[in-house]
Every structure is written in structure tokens, then in C-alpha cells.
């Protein structure tokens, strides 16, 4: 039997479920490199001088554990040093308002049954691609929690699960002849409006 393991991050979103970020792959892993992630970690509660002892990786299978030091965390200690990017996000955000994308989708991507904002999923990889071209699953592991997209657009990690980054490309196919003649539009009345700011001196 093969089992292979990724080390997940629990979110809970607004409607009360709780969704999972991928933080790293681990792939395939043997007995020994398994001893190695299942070391224990003591983890020190704010204002607690005890420490809670748990296992990075669950243990389905007796496995002798070595004899190394385990890691001591004091998460009462823990600074933030990796503020979101929040300037490039509402700047992308504004020229996909500009380009009045939001409205153009708003009416074409309806919301699931379930509520979830379709066009706010699309917004997403399309600032995301604007500021720091790369895969959707990059946007999900790393991207997304590092920008201000979620407070932008007045939602949290739902937008970037993965599954629905890669669904909501489906939907765009039916819509992609009016999207261009949207944007052909766009260009002409931003051509014209730069043209009547300009004068010599």
C-alpha cells in the first residue's frame, strides 16, 4: 500500500465550513522519513508556562522514534514579519473595475447554489496573473494568504480553493467572443479619453 502526506492548514470560511490550504507536499515517504515528520513539537499556549505536546504527523503504525531533541515553539513569541501586499491587489482590483470586468462577469458567472461568488473566484487569478504570473495552485498554497485579496473583495479563503480555480476556467469559454467585444469597446473609450487629456506645451 502507498500513502503519501501533505502537511494542510484548516480555514474556516463564512459560511461555517472549514476548508483546507496545501502548505507542502510530502509525497511518498518511508518508515525512517516518517520518524523524521512525526517528531513531537511542545507547543506553549499564551499566558501558559506548560507546554502541550503534540505529533506533526498522526501515527497509524507503531514506528521506534529516535532519540533527537524535539522543537520547542513559543507561539506567545511569534512576530509577524511577512505583511500581506496590499497595494498591487487594490490596483489590480481598480483596473479590473475600469475595465468594468466586474459588472461584465457579475452578469454572465451567476453564484452556485450553494452562494459561492463565481465572478470573485475569476477576479482572483486574474489580479493574481496581473501581479505574479504563475499556477493556480500557486495561488492556492502561497499566493492568496500572502495578498489583501480576500479583505478587496469582502470574502476569505473560499475564493481560492482549488478545485474551484480550476472549474471556474469551464465557464469562461461560453462568454469568450462577448469578452473580447468588451474589451475592444473599453479600449476605444480609454483611447478617447486619454486623447482629450493631452496638450502641447
Known sequence: MHQYWS???NRRVADGRVVQRHVLYLGEINDSQQVAWRRSI???DHGENVARTVALVA???QIEQDNQAIVRIRVD???LRHPRQLGGCWLACELYHQ???DGF??????PSRKGTRRDLILQTPVCYRLLDPGSEWRLHRQWFVSSAM???LGSDFSLAESHKLYRVHELLLAHKGELFSHLQQRGKICSALASRCCFTT
Not at 462577469?105 to 451567476?110: K, S, Y
Open 7 to 9: 502537511v494542510v492548514e
Open 42 to 44: 511542545d507547543i506553549f
Open 59 to 61: 501515527a497509524e503504525r
Open 77 to 79: 513569541e511569534m512576530k
Open 99 to 101: 475595465l468594468e470586468l
Open 105 to 110: 462577469f457579475g452578469e454572465r458567472l451567476a
Open 150 to 152: 480576500a479583505d478587496l
